[in-house]
């Protein structure tokens, strides 16, 4: 995973006596070669409306498929927990990441956990492509 040699990558696992869930991502400033797998579907104008160093791309969230489907909305809820976790460690006031557009599923379920589209609000993105970028504002 390419992820894991990027500056600031963070890993936060939960566990019981078993796995139950990650989250994984990285701190970002204001330019550098991590933005190129956003190109195209992010206006550069994101980067100036955050202070730098205060963007977090995440990864992936992992947890069991039941977090996926039931008490999403509330703040206990472990992906959510997580997300958050990881946000606050990094003192990132926003989080990024990219979904495919057709997976229609993933993006709901980010969307109960406070993720939103770039596009709503006032960040903006170019018009669609393959990928949809969704934000969360830290605290979410």
């Known amino acids: 995973m390419a992820d894991a040699r990027r500056p600031g990558f963070s890993l936060l696992i939960a566990e019981?006596?078993?796995l139950t869930g990650y989250a994984y991502g990285f701190p970002v400033g204001g330019?550098?070669?991590w933005w190129a797998?956003?190109?195209?579907y992010v206006r550069g104008s994101l980067l100036h409306r955050v202070a730098p160093g205060r963007l977090f791309v995440v990864s992936g969230i992992v947890v069991a498929s039941r977090v996926r489907r039931e008490y999403?909305?509330?703040a206990w809820n472990l992906a959510r927990r997580?997300?958050?976790r990881l946000l606050a460690?990094?003192?990132?006031?926003?989080g990024v990441t990219l979904v495919e557009a057709r997976d229609d599923g993933i993006v709901e379920t980010l969307r109960s956990w406070g993720?939103?589209?770039?596009?709503?609000g006032t960040l903006?993105?170019?018009p669609p492509g393959s990928c949809r970028v969704l934000v969360l504002t830290a605290g979410t």
């Open 31 to 33: 330019a550098g070669p």
């Open 115 to 120: 993720w939103r589209s770039a596009a709503d």
């Open 89 to 94: 460690d990094h003192g990132a006031a926003f």
């Open 124 to 126: 903006t993105a170019v």
């Open 82 to 84: 997580l997300q958050r």
């Open 72 to 74: 999403q909305d509330r």
């Open 16 to 18: 019981t006596t078993v």
């Open 37 to 40: 797998g956003f190109d195209g």
